[in-house]
């Protein structure tokens, strides 16, 4: 026997009455038709050739119309060399920024989750004073990189306590992670330019090292918020209690907070990993041929003299949404397991 | 009755603890506290929340910075020690057990970050898991457990090491009232078959009373008293530490003293010998007094409830709005709204002075 359930608690679907069945599964189903439809349309499309198309709409292969490999045959044979380099830089381009995002940005978050800081405001502002005309003195007036350097450092720990001492208005934890998080505020638009001339001075446009660097900080603040939460709910008992087991901190790190958090870093690192596979503006701005990504060549698919290449387009989408079906496949088990449960009291 | 002090088994140490201060910020949490525990003592921190016994405790464990003072662990200076090298066990009030480690593995985890290796250290793990009763549950996770076995696993990780201390921050605070009777049982039993120096908080005066050695007795970061639990129940420092031990409380009548005669109200009771207060304060524990005829005993005041307990009856009276409880054996029968009067043997009465709390007669 089902026990009652708490007026709280919402009803199992086993409990429903057949009416109520009958409307979730066909909203279920609507909602299923509706999400897979342009997947299965995205899949017929790219067996089709441009007469298919434009005299269509054809919904059922073979039936309809008949199915041929031409698309296929464009980007793989006839075309191979772009597309696969194109993939490979999307994936290169997109595991590296997430890693050094997720390892960057998820130890920013366990610091800020577990140690105070308590920075001087008019330090950090006199910090960037001196940073500024550092970089006037040796770009405009043409002072020695390591002159101005060397007297930037000095004055900077001559001044931080003469001038920290006058003014105790200090910043924490909190006024830390806002402004990461604010970074992530501001539209990636606006500071397209800057970063394009950025690069352009140091020569690294149209490299992977260059969209890498980009996606990475621009999808830190992301895994600061996240992680910064998770780390939270892991409870410092946990950390104190081997500690004083006897683990040094790396080994805490390795055997309590790592494992504990596995849940966190995978969502994490599967959010972040679509974000940078799906980036299109900047890797427009960053790359021209060399490190172009998968959605630059989808994007320049409908730019061509023969007008929309539905077809072919289509494959590119297909092969493009591929990799990333499978990582969710791979790491949705850790996002759905909860792992902390039985951590505290129960 | 408290045991006495096991022999200490060699690895006990004592401790000393010399002029703790503790400041978050401006905030003064603890005030010079110094305490000198005894090799295989069991030393109870009892206050209430936020009086700094938690706090100390973290200190003892290098889990909290010591602002000023000295901590000595044997003969060893450890005050700027890691925690790791001060060689003690910590009972958690959450158990702060691993989640994703089996009962074995959070038994073991000590062993296994000092590398022991592995026959030596299964035989351990069985040996302390066998100890607290848990063998059979080896292989489950901390969420298959429930609290009373979560709390067991908590204490076979510490004892597995056999540290030269232990310390427990309110260990059986989570657990129901019966078991934590049964593991107070224990825990006391286990302590004294260790004979591990033993630190303990809480802010439960029966546990305090029932398993130390010695009680200190804290408020507001500051030591009020630091005796046997029959010291501090007899013969309590100040109105504070009257007040928190005894349960019921201390009954309390505020009132003067003047020309050995205690005023309050329509109430004047000599007491002899008892220096001159001008604000005075009137104590009785609620077992030492009886209830009488109405005009017979040393003040009279209104029935309010009877409480039987089973094996007495508690009668609360008001006297001009004062509470006053009365433990009576469990065949006394009496209704509420009735006059009552309150007698007792004066040598059990209590003077403080009610500005200072400091006590100026002992009953």
Redesign the interface.
Same mark, same amino acid.
């Given at each position: 026997m089902t026990p009652k359930r708490s007026i709280f608690e919402a009803p199992r679907i086993g409990q429903m009455s057949m009416a109520t069945k009958i409307v979730l599964y066909s909203l279920l189903l609507i909602w299923s038709a509706f999400v897979l439809f342009p997947i299965y349309w995205l899949i017929i499309t790219s067996f089709k050739d441009a007469a298919d198309v434009n005299q269509g709409p054809f919904f059922i292969p073979f039936v309809d119309y008949q199915p041929t490999l031409h698309a296929w045959k464009e980007l793989f044979v006839n075309d191979y060399e772009d597309t696969l380099r194109a993939y490979f830089n999307s994936i290169v381009i997109s595991l590296s920024a997430t890693a050094l995002s997720v390892l960057i940005g998820s130890m920013a978050a366990y610091a800020l989750s577990r140690v105070s800081y308590a920075p001087n405001l008019i330090t950090i502002l006199y910090f960037i004073a001196l940073l500024a005309l550092t970089v006037l003195a040796v770009t405009i007036y043409q002072v020695d990189w390591r002159l101005a350097s060397a007297v930037a450092i000095a004055m900077f720990f001559f001044l931080a306590r003469a001038v920290g001492n006058l003014y105790q208005f200090q910043l924490h934890n909190g006024d830390i992670l806002f402004w990461i998080i604010s970074q992530r505020i501001l539209a990636p638009i606006v500071v397209v330019v800057p970063i394009y001339i950025m690069f352009q001075s140091v020569g690294l446009l149209d490299t992977h090292i260059a969209i890498i660097i980009t996606y990475a900080v621009v999808n830190m603040p992301i895994v600061v918020w996240l992680m910064y939460d998770f780390f939270n709910s892991i409870?410092r008992? =946990?950390e104190?209690? !081997?500690? %004083?087991? /006897? !683990?040094?901190m790396i080994?805490t790190f390795r055997?309590?907070v790592l494992? %504990?958090s596995r849940t966190g870093l995978a969502a994490t690192t599967l959010l972040v990993m679509i974000l940078s596979w799906n980036e299109y503006l900047l890797a427009l701005f960053l790359s021209t041929s060399k490190a172009q990504t998968m959605p630059i060549l989808v994007a320049a698919m409908n730019a061509g003299e023969r007008g929309i290449l539905w077809w072919t387009m289509s494959v590119a989408i297909i092969v493009m949404i591929i990799p990333v079906v499978v990582l969710a496949i791979f790491l949705q088990k850790y996002i759905s397991k909860g =792992? %902390?449960? /039985? !951590?505290?009291?129960? | 009755m408290t045991a006495p002090i096991a022999e200490t088994t060699g690895t006990a140490k004592s401790i000393s603890i010399r002029n703790f201060n503790k400041y978050y910020g401006g905030f003064h949490a603890l005030k010079d506290l110094s305490i000198e525990v005894k090799a295989g003592e069991f030393l109870v921190l009892l206050g209430p929340s936020g009086c700094g016994k938690s706090t100390a405790l973290r200190m003892i464990?290098?889990?909290e910075s010591i602002s000023s003072g000295a901590l000595l662990i044997g003969d060893r200076d450890v005050t700027e020690v890691?925690?790791?090298y001060r060689d003690?066990?910590?009972v958690?009030q959450?158990?702060?057990?691993?989640?994703?480690k089996t009962v074995a593995e959070n038994i073991g985890?000590?062993l296994k970050?000092?590398k022991t290796p592995a026959a030596e250290m299964e035989a351990a793990v069985r040996a302390a898991a066998d100890q607290v009763e848990l063998g059979e549950h080896l292989d489950r996770?901390?969420?298959?457990?429930s609290?009373g076995q @979560?709390q067991r696993v908590a204490l076979a @990780?510490a004892i597995i @090491?056999r540290p030269s201390v232990f310390l427990m921050d309110e260990p059986l605070s989570?657990l129901d009232a019966k078991l934590r009777g049964n593991m107070r049982a224990e825990l006391k039993h286990m302590q004294g078959e260790l004979g591990i120096t033993t630190i303990y908080v809480t802010h439960d005066q029966i546990e305090a009373m029932t398993l130390a050695h010695r009680v200190a007795i804290m408020k507001d970061g500051v030591l009020q008293q630091l005796g046997t639990p029959k010291e501090v129940y007899s013969d309590p420092a100040n109105l504070f530490v009257a007040g928190f031990m005894g349960s019921p409380p201390m009954n309390f009548v505020t009132g003067a003293l003047a020309n050995e005669v205690f005023t309050s109200g329509s109430i004047q009771f000599p007491l002899l010998s008892t220096p001159n207060t001008a604000s005075a304060t009137l104590g009785f524990r609620p077992e030492d007094c009886q209830i009488t005829a109405p005009g017979t005993g040393f003040l009279d005041a209104d029935v309010f409830t009877v409480e039987m307990t089973g094996d007495q009856v508690l009668v609360t009276l008001r006297m001009d709005g004062t509470p006053l409880v009365v433990k009576m054996p469990k065949e006394f029968e009496i209704e509420a709204g009735a006059k009552a009067g309150i007698t007792l043997d004066p040598k059990h009465l209590y003077v403080f002075d009610t500005d200072t709390g400091a006590r100026v007669r002992r009953g």
């Open positions: 409870p008992d =946990l104190e209690s !081997a500690q %004083l087991d /006897g !683990a040094t080994g055997e309590i494992p %504990l =792992l %902390l449960v /039985g !951590a505290v009291k129960g | 464990a290098g889990l890691l925690p790791k003690i066990a910590m958690f959450s158990y702060a057990l691993y989640p994703h985890f000590p970050v000092a996770f901390p969420g298959q457990l609290g @979560r @990780r @090491r989570n």
